[in-house]
C-alpha cells in the first residue's frame, strides 16, 4: 500500500465549478500535512498546510480527519489559472523525515 | 533573498554514464533534500544532508550519492545510469531539517537513452 494514495483525476470541470480532492495516508505517526501544487513541468509549490481544525485560504479549504488518516481539498468558483496537479504531501514529526507526496491530482478547469 | 538554484535544467546521458546535478540552496538554508520524480509521479525522497552530513535516505540504491558543502550547496551523483532514471530531479532546501518549510528547485531534467 502506497503510503499516500490520491486518485489521480484527471478532473475536468468548468470555470466556477467547486472541485473536491481526498487524499489517504498510511502512516499514523504523520505529523504534518500539506497541499502542494504543481504545474506542467514545474516544481511543486506549497498551496496550504492543513491543520486538525481545517483551514481556508480564500476559494481554497483544507480539512484534516487524524481518525481516518483522511486529508481534503476543496476549491470554491474554480478558475482556468487553477489547472495543475494537486499534491497530497504528509511528514512525520522528527527531524530527519522527508516529505512524503502523493502521485497527484490532475485538474483541468475548462473555459 | 535568493532562492534555490540547480543545475544544468535539461541533461541527456547514456546508459552507464555518471552525471552530477547542483543544487545551492536558499540563503540562510542548512538542509537541502533530494527527489526523484518520473513522469506521471509524485515525487520521492532520495536523501536529505543536514550541515554537510546525510540524515535521512530513501529507498534509492548506492549508486545514488550526494555532498553537501561548507556553504551548504549539494551536489547528486548518479553512478552507471539506467534508463529508469530519466526524472526530474528537485532539490528543495529548507531551516533545520524542513522544520520551517521548503522550497524548491525548478528541478533538472534527465534523460537517459
Known amino acids: 500500500r502506497k503510503e499516500v494514495e490520491q486518485d489521480p483525476g484527471p478532473f475536468n470541470v468548468p470555470e466556477g465549478a467547486t472541485v473536491a480532492f481526498n487524499c489517504t495516508y498510511s502512516?499514523?505517526?504523520?505529523?504534518?500535512f500539506f497541499w502542494y501544487r504543481q504545474d506542467c513541468r514545474k516544481e511543486p509549490k506549497l498551496l496550504m498546510s492543513v491543520y486538525s481544525s481545517g483551514n481556508e485560504d480564500g476559494r481554497f479549504t483544507a480539512q484534516l480527519n487524524r481518525a481516518s488518516q483522511y486529508i481534503s481539498l476543496l476549491i470554491r468558483d474554480s478558475k482556468l489559472s487553477d489547472s495543475a496537479t494537486y499534491l497530497c504531501v504528509v511528514r512525520g514529526n522528527s527531524g530527519n523525515t522527508p516529505l512524503v507526496f502523493g502521485k497527484g491530482t490532475r485538474l483541468s478547469v475548462i473555459a | 533573498e535568493t532562492g534555490v538554484t540547480q543545475s544544468p535544467t535539461h541533461l541527456i546521458k547514456t546508459r552507464g554514464q555518471q552525471v552530477t546535478l547542483r543544487c545551492s540552496s536558499q540563503s540562510g538554508h542548512n538542509t537541502v533534500s533530494w527527489y526523484q520524480q518520473a513522469l506521471g509521479q509524485g515525487p520521492q525522497f532520495i536523501f536529505q544532508?543536514?550541515?554537510?552530513?546525510?540524515?535521512g535516505r530513501g529507498n534509492f540504491p548506492p549508486r545514488f550519492s550526494g555532498l553537501q558543502f561548507p556553504n551548504y550547496s549539494s551536489e547528486l551523483n548518479v553512478n552507471a545510469l539506467e534508463l529508469d532514471d530519466s526524472a526530474l530531479y528537485l532539490c528543495?532546501?529548507?531551516?533545520?531539517?524542513?522544520?520551517?518549510?521548503?522550497?524548491f528547485g525548478s528541478g533538472t531534467r534527465l534523460t537517459v537513452v
Open positions: 528543495a532546501s529548507s531551516l533545520d531539517w524542513g522544520n520551517y518549510g521548503y522550497t
Open positions: 544532508y543536514y550541515r554537510e552530513e546525510e540524515n
Open positions: 502512516n499514523s505517526a504523520s505529523q504534518s
